[in-house]
């Protein structure tokens, strides 16, 4: 059971007869959960909703929006042309040139930001869950750390940026600072969550076999924790990912990440350059945030039954 | 199955054979709750002894004060902890250990190595009739098949006295029954001291050598009944006369007990 239903797409004819014959009592559950009597609707939904948007992008260039607003939302194969099937623009072919346009300095933006995120986020589940294992360990400490946290979490960290950028230059290191902040307390809270709230009965059976407090908390809370840790993760993935992006939107300066691309674009009305890096920046949090499913899905897919099965 | 095993009620209680005993045992918490008032018995190996009693009269107490879970405020409770067996109310089994993990468990957090516990861990899961399943996850088994994987990880470092704390209030009559009767078969071959509590008078009749009723709160032994059939009991004791005669007894003692 736990390895159907995900990424694996059989026709009708091979699927239906397997599962009557199996086990009839989990048919109807296997149906619902790849989407009706088609098992291609998880792939021809998708698709049609995809039609849908594109379709409405369009409307809206060449319907909707008035002539002289039109090159506002240029038309998405525009987009994709300047964007992904230019490798660089040189010379004064367009206005992108001012920014800098084409596949070739979006990835490069992108490969820079991407490196933000992945350490930013590596040091705050580090640090995450390091100080949820000290706050998991004694009540007074965790009443004595967690206001902060939820302070550090609370403060408007991008209204922050420029002064970080000021107190610690304009460098890498700042930008994975801001991205640590704003992926650290979905960790922190998930993981002392976790570790927390296992039963008292299991604790009983540990403390009745003499086990230390190390023993007790590698071999019962942090197994039991995983599945939270892992919703922590998720959240932070897609939280580190947003971190570097608008971080480096907001420091306008040093070597420009996708953020900083998306704002020059802006302001030399590279639109169609300005969508695509948009793009280019949202697959990004979708591909981090896809894997940690997957990797939860892997490593304690085989125990825990999550809620959306 | 020793079919020639004596009744353990005959056997004479001398010192070396007392596995639990406790003598004038008070029990007050700190919230002031009176649990435990003067409760003295003592268990021999090979006794099976049940509690039965009104909920929340302190019998739960008694198996945490036996066990080091709690500690008794006045009298004293003698027993060799290093030997005990604890069985829960639920199989607390850890979800992300396979059946076989599950039932290693005691065993590691003893520090006894994987290969040294092999032969037992095989033995203990033939016992509870869990072999062929020892690969499946505790999700995949039923109420009655975890309380067994449960049974089968308290036995493999064969305890001197088993303490158990009502573990199958929550299965079904059949699956109860079919438990109940494995017990009993786990019971004479390992002839260990049992410490049994329940709410069933059907069951502790079934399962003893020695039924204690126990009052309301605070807890006192009100009554004590030898339960005098002989070992192997078989499926059908619970419908002659006899055993509905003196579960009567204990059920009237028990309502008294409520009072």
Known sequence: MSDDGIGVVMPPSSMAPAMTGENPLHEVDDRDRSGGRIPWARIIGPIIVFGLFVGFWYLAHYVLMEERRKFLIPPPHEVVKDSFLTWSVSGSESLANIAGGGLSDQLDGLLLSAKVAMLGLSIAIVLGIALATLMSQAKWIEQSIYPYLVALQAIPILAFVPLIGVLWGFNFRSRVLVTVIIALFPIVANTLFGLLSVDRSYHELMTLNGSSRWTRLRKLQFPAAMPSIFTGLQISAGLSVIGAVVGDFFFRQGQPGIGQLIDRYRASLAYSQMYGAVILASLLGIVVFWFFGWLSHKVVGHWYESRSG | ?259
Request: aromatic share 8%; net charge negative.
């Open chain 2, 1 to 259: 199955m020793t079919a020639d095993a004596p009744p353990a009620t005959d056997v004479p209680a001398t010192d070396v054979d007392v596995a639990l005993e406790f003598s004038h045992l008070e029990m007050t918490f700190p919230d002031g709750t009176h649990a435990l008032d003067d409760v003295t018995f003592r268990i021999c190996r090979g006794e099976f002894v049940t509690v039965v009693g009104p909920s929340g009269c302190g019998k739960s107490t008694l198996l945490r004060i036996a066990s080091g879970l709690e500690t008794n405020t006045g009298g004293n409770c003698s027993v060799d902890r290093d030997a005990l067996g604890y069985v829960f109310q639920d199989a607390t089994l850890f979800p992300w250990r396979t059946v076989r993990r599950n039932v290693e468990l005691i065993a590691e957090l003893h520090g006894v190595s994987r290969s040294e516990m092999a032969p037992k861990v095989e033995e203990s899961l033939q016992l509870v009739g869990l072999k062929e399943h020892e690969q499946k996850y505790p999700r995949q088994l039923s109420g009655g098949m975890k309380m067994r994987a449960s049974l089968a990880r308290s036995l493999v470092l064969q305890p001197d006295v088993f303490l158990f704390d009502e573990p199958f209030g929550a299965l079904d009559e059949i699956s109860r029954e079919r438990l109940n009767d494995e017990l009993l078969t786990l019971f004479m071959t390992k002839q260990f001291a049992g410490l049994f509590i329940t709410h069933s008078i059907a069951e502790a009749v079934f399962l003893s050598t020695r039924v204690l009723v126990m009052s309301a709160r605070p807890g006192r032994i009100i009554a004590d009944y030898e339960i005098p059939f002989d070992y192997p009991r078989v499926h059908d004791l619970r419908y002659e006369p006899e055993f509905a005669e003196l579960s009567g007894r204990i059920s009237h003692d028990l309502r008294g007990a409520h009072e």
